[in-house]
């Protein structure tokens, strides 16, 4: 025989340190679900693969500094004698790294004209070896061959006409169907032509937090530059054991250039979301600190409450009640608590979220999210209660007739 | 029934015992009404504690409606005084957060009846104490004699075999105190065995049986003197 109806009215003639606790428990479900949602929204966006095979890659900065340098015939060198040594399973040299913060982007766009509109997208300028040596799934069509690839002068504003884009930008491009983009013309620099002669599954842009963040395009450039970067995959499991080999031999062959900043994807893909990390660390304890809190809180008004009411508790024991009734008395009357205090939170959590929706532009929160915040808080607030509801179960019945 | 052999009761606190109760020998009769005085720490209410079953005794024998209370464990105890104690305390011991209604529906849930039994339950006690009208009152709302009162509807709800009552005028003028007696008198008239602490030795005067607890025994039989008052007032 539960006691609902006694214990409300008796509740509702103590109101006061009822609804704060009540209201605290909202508090904490707003934050906590809130939070968790930012936590599971940025888990989601690091569990996101690059396309690129971070295992087994890493890369390099080549600065020129000599004098009378035949930047060509250097590069085909370097590349020649990377691609040759065992261990390495390919060579290239690139404009921008995935993930890495810093990259190119330019405007892709179905129809030719200023006044048109075009779709933001990653560059990298690469040669025909890139989807070896990143990684890359090639999904549709075909690589570039060798004679594809051009070189590039510091500053020039032309593009080959041949061009292999991400799966995502296809679909940006072509909404109905990315396959339709396979062999395409399409307008760069909003009036040059390229043709779409490849399609990868996935290659994400250097920049995580950019909604356009899997768009991205290969360039079929090799860039007659100063300052390059080289970008080396190797067999499993020999990246490290490759890192400071081919660091020390580039130098060695070549004094006319410095070798530096060498750094693998994987420490790439750490440093990219080395914020991600930070502030889900702090949410975490946010998390759980203001769930210990609560719990402490609820500890806290029920020991109060049992102390207030051990007379009372006495005479409910001389009256008949077994300890069991008694305990269940509090547990009930927490629970009662909680689920005000829950469901004021639902509102609290679903509003704040709505203006996190609205503000930061993050996905609306999801019904499991809720749900789980209902059963935390409704877990945690049982748990508590048990110790101080366990004493009240312990107070003797003789309280009854020697307390005045 | 009530049976008490060589019971005795021991505190123990850090470094003091006290004999509260010793080789404590009483019987109750159904339908007795029994006062108990003595001197400010006897041991009457300890006496009354372990009649009630609301505290433990430390050696001796115990048979309350011919139950061995001894072998009963905490829950056994507990629906013992639901099913067939009734408690009225000194200060009443109402609960504060409740109105009349409720206080009287605490015992009554504990028991297990259903909405209308326990409607129907407070409704006829609190009729029976004449405080009927007064169901969504809140305690604090009556005088003391009332209170008593309600509390008397609340011990008498569940129906038992045995009303203990510790000092149930202390907290009362002498003129609530005749009328709480006058109610206790009426209820042992309809069956229910009363056992009444008081220092009111008038009062105690009006019971048929008075027992007196001295340093922790029952020290004298006033059976002749009761019976004599029974004589003088009929
Ligand atoms: N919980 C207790 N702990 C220790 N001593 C107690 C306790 N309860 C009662 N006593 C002692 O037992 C003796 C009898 O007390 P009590 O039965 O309350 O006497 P009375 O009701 O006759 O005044 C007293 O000496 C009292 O101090
Ligand atoms: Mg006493």
């Known amino acids: ?404 | 029934m009530l049976i008490m052999k060589n019971i005795s009761k021991v505190f123990q606190t850090a470094d003091i015992q006290t004999h509260a109760l010793r080789d404590f020998n009483l019987t109750v009769n159904e339908g007795d009404f029994v006062s108990v005085t003595g001197p400010s720490g006897s041991g009457k209410t300890t006496f009354l504690n372990i009649a009630g079953l609301l505290e433990t005794y430390t050696s001796g024998e115990f048979t309350l409606d011919g139950e061995n209370i001894g072998q009963l464990n905490d829950n056994g105890r507990s629906r013992m005084r639901n099913h067939k104690i009734g408690f009225i305390f000194q200060s009443f011991n109402l609960i504060p957060d409740l109105n009349l209604f409720d206080n009287v529906d605490v015992p009554l849930r504990y028991r297990g009846f259903n909405a209308k039994e326990r409607k129907r339950r407070i409704e006829e006690n609190l009729e029976r104490v004449g405080l009927a009208s007064r169901m969504k009152h809140l305690p604090s709302q009556l005088s003391g004699g009332q209170q008593q009162r309600v509390a008397i509807a609340r011990a008498l709800a569940t129906d038992p075999r045995f009303l203990l009552a510790d000092e149930p005028t202390g907290n009362l003028d002498s003129e609530m105190a005749q009328s709480v007696m006058s109610l206790l008198e009426d209820i042992n008239k309809q069956g229910t065995t009363i056992v009444m602490v008081t220092h009111d030795a008038q009062l105690a005067q009006r019971s048929p049986r008075t027992i007196q607890v001295m340093d922790g025994r029952v020290s004298e039989l006033n059976l002749h003197l009761a019976t004599d008052n029974q004589q003088a007032i009929a």
């Open chain 1, 1 to 404: 025989m539960l006691e609902t109806g006694l214990i409300i009215r008796a509740l509702m003639r103590n109101k006061i340190g009822a609804l704060l606790i009540a209201l605290q428990i909202a508090l904490t479900m707003t934050i906590i679900v809130n939070a968790i949602f930012m936590i599971q929204d940025r888990q989601s966006q690091m569990l996101r693969v690059s396309g690129v095979d971070e295992e087994n890659t890493f890369y390099l900065t080549n600065t020129i500094f000599g004098q009378d340098y035949n930047i060509q015939a250097a590069l085909q060198t370097d590349l020649n004698t990377l691609r040759k040594m065992p261990g390495v399973v390919d060579a290239i040299q690139i404009n921008a790294i995935p993930l890495s913060g810093g990259g190119w982007s330019s405007g892709v766009q179905t129809e030719a004209g200023e006044d048109k509109d075009s779709i933001g997208t990653a560059i990298y300028m690469v040669d025909d070896h890139a989807i070896n040596t990143l990684g890359l799934e090639l999904i549709a069509g075909e690589n570039f061959s060798a004679t594809d690839i051009q070189w590039r002068k510091s500053g020039q504003s032309t593009w080959p006409d041949k061009v292999i884009v991400t799966k995502a930008l296809a679909l940006s491009l072509f909404p109905d169907d990315w396959q339709s983009a396979l062999g395409k013309t399409v307008f760069i620099s909003q009036n040059q032509t390229i043709q779409i002669i490849g399609i990868l599954k996935q290659l994400q842009a250097p920049w995580n937090g950019w909604d356009g963040v899997e768009r991205s395009m290969l360039v079929p450039f090799q860039m007659e530059s100063k300052g390059s970067r080289l970008f080396i995959r190797t067999e499993p499991g020999k990246r490290d054991q490759l890192m400071p080999l081919v660091e020390k031999t580039l130098a060695e062959n070549d004094k006319g250039r410095i070798i530096g900043r060498l750094r693998s994807m994987e420490e790439t893909r750490e440093r990219s979301y080395q914020r991600h990390n930070a502030t889900n660390k702090i949410l975490t304890t946010v998390v759980i600190t203001l769930t210990i809190i609560t719990g402490f809180g609820i500890v806290g008004l029920a020991i109060f409450s049992i102390n207030r009411r051990t007379k009372q508790i006495g005479t409910r024991r001389a009256l008949g009640a077994t300890r069991w009734q008694i305990m269940r008395y509090f547990m009930v009357e927490n629970l009662l608590i909680s689920v005000v205090g829950i469901l004021i939170g639902c509102v609290g959590a679903v509003s704040l979220n709505m203006w996190l929706v609205k503000t930061f532009n993050l996905a609306p929160i999801n019904i499991e999210l809720i749900l789980f915040g209902v059963t935390t808080l409704l877990i945690v607030g049982q748990l508590a209660v048990l110790y101080p509801a366990r004493k009240a179960s312990l107070i003797s019945p003789a309280t009854a007739t020697r307390t005045v």
